[in-house]
């Protein structure tokens, strides 16, 4: 048989193609999760995410023992515990989204087009950015809150309406909730990519006053 | 050179035929050669640190936790004891305990559903599909919602209980849950009605990405009928601050 030194060569690249094809794909197909695979970009925002959670979790430990040692001495001393008591069922009831709450925050207004699931992302965010209550519009976001879109287009808070223009206020950090709604790459600069034509302002306020849930939760 | 001759012609058809594979050969030598290039000197040199960093703050941070449901259930005991003394403190410390089940702070135990949420396993998925294959942060947001939508009394993803201002942060394809590094799969427990459960993960319209990522792209997730479940209590901080009730 005569050998035909193209035809060698031809085999010898296309063997060589195929092994680093395989490579190629395989080393693409095997996505790993590992933090090690990280960039020190976000790994350094990971840090910085839970720095923040260590510390707020510390602030409560302080709290709660300063609390703890309140509650014995006001026992010891025959006053018993109910100041501790009414703090605590008042806390609890902001965090359930009972009471209607004030403080400080942010507010999101949007104008335009806009839909379900990226309020829920908002909220999401908000959430991130430490919000400790929400609204949108007049509708108060509980901890089982769920958000959809009627067939008409408007969106709904727990099944109820809620119209546009929507203002989504936010009661907490109003420095830090800022940063992180406005940062550059941030929510808000995504949604101004993906809903052109739609105006999104974020404002800092002092006094935000938030209504409590329409229904409580069971 | 050859000239226009048979022998030409042949030699010809042979370097095209090597130029096709060459091109590729090449591009694929330096798409190799990036996706090594990516793994930067920077990366290479800070993470190890940040890293150590990372890791070390989540331990902290469940020893954090930890401490802080001893010191919750040191409160609550005292509390207790106190509202023995008399009729307006205990119906102050039931009106506390009612609240901490729903808010997430207590063991809750029941029917529902079990979900299960996962990269895919199987595919070959090509560069740009990677993306559709895997499960991101904002798919369990969705599914959350759903859950909440299909009347959910209590949901735990990867034992982290969501309460009211738990969120689902994601930082590259790191996502973190209640401040807790969590990665795929993603087992999320829904304590509720398990008929309306299930017809909101089955109605069509919900989750539609999902299950088209699922159908075509290989994307682990799963909702199954179950029973005897149980999610832990809420360990983070409650982290009221701002808000004041008026």
């Not at chain 1, 995410?49 to 014995?72: K, Q, S």
């Not at chain 1, 309020?119 to 089982?144: W, Y």
């Not at chain 2, 199987?122 to 919602?145: G, Q, V």
Request: aromatic share 4%; with cysteine; hydrophobic share 40%.
């Amino acid at each position: 048989m005569r050998t035909n030194p193209g035809a060698i060569w031809l085999t010898a690249v296309a063997l060589f193609l195929g092994v680093l094809a395989v490579t190629q794909v395989r080393a693409q197909d095997v996505y790993s999760r590992s933090l090690q695979l990280e960039t020190p970009a976000s790994l350094t925002t990971l840090i910085a995410g839970l720095a923040e959670r260590n510390n707020a979790v510390r602030d409560e430990i302080v709290d709660l023992r300063l609390r703890t040692t309140t509650a014995r001495d006001a026992i010891s001393s025959g006053k018993g515990s109910l100041a501790e008591a009414e703090r605590q069922l008042a806390q609890l009831r902001v965090f359930e989204g009972e009471s209607a709450v004030s403080g400080p925050g942010i507010t999101v207004r949007i104008d335009g087009s806009f839909d379900d699931r990226a309020l829920s992302d908002l909220i999401n965010e908000l959430r991130n950015a430490g919000a400790e209550a929400i609204a949108v519009n007049t509708e108060r976001v509980g901890p089982r809150s769920w958000f959809a879109a009627t067939t008409g287009g408007a969106l709904t808070v727990d099944g109820t309406a809620v119209n546009g223009p929507w203002a989504v206020r936010a009661i907490g950090a109003s420095d830090v909730m800022h940063v992180a709604m406005t940062r550059t790459g941030g929510i808000i600069g995504q949604f101004e990519l993906i809903y052109r034509g739609t105006r999104f302002s974020v404002s800092k306020d002092t006094a935000i006053d938030l209504p409590a849930l329409r229904t409580a939760l069971r | 050179m050859t000239g226009d001759t048979p022998r030409g012609r042949t030699r010809r058809a042979h370097s095209l035929a090597l130029l096709l594979p060459a091109v590729l050969f090449g591009l694929l030598v330096t798409v190799q050669w990036r996706t090594q290039q990516d793994r930067s000197q920077l990366t290479v040199r800070y993470n190890a640190p940040l890293l150590d960093a990372a890791s070390s703050l989540q331990n902290e941070q469940n020893g954090l936790k930890a401490q802080l449901a001893d010191l919750r259930s040191q409160l609550d005991e005292i509390q207790r004891n106190a509202a023995t003394q008399s009729g307006a403190a205990r119906e102050l410390q039931a009106r506390i305990e009612d609240l901490q089940a729903r808010a997430g702070l207590t063991e809750r135990s029941g029917d529902g559903v079990t979900i299960t949420l996962d990269d895919s396993r199987t595919a070959s998925a090509a560069l740009k599909e990677i993306d559709k294959s895997i499960c991101h942060a904002t798919d369990l947001t969705d599914i959350i919602n759903a859950a909440w939508r299909g009347g959910a009394d209590a949901i735990a993803v990867n034992d982290e209980r969501i309460v009211g201002t738990s969120s689902v942060y994601c930082v590259g394809s790191t996502i973190m849950v209640n401040g807790t590094l969590l990665s795929p799969p993603f087992a999320l427990v829904v304590i509720g009605p398990q008929n309306t459960l299930l017809a909101t993960y089955d109605d069509p319209s919900q989750l539609r990405d999902i299950k088209l990522r699922r159908d075509v792209y290989g994307l682990g997730f799963r909702v199954t009928r179950a029973s005897g479940l149980k999610v832990g209590p809420y360990r983070g901080a409650l982290n009221v601050r701002y808000a004041t009730p008026r």
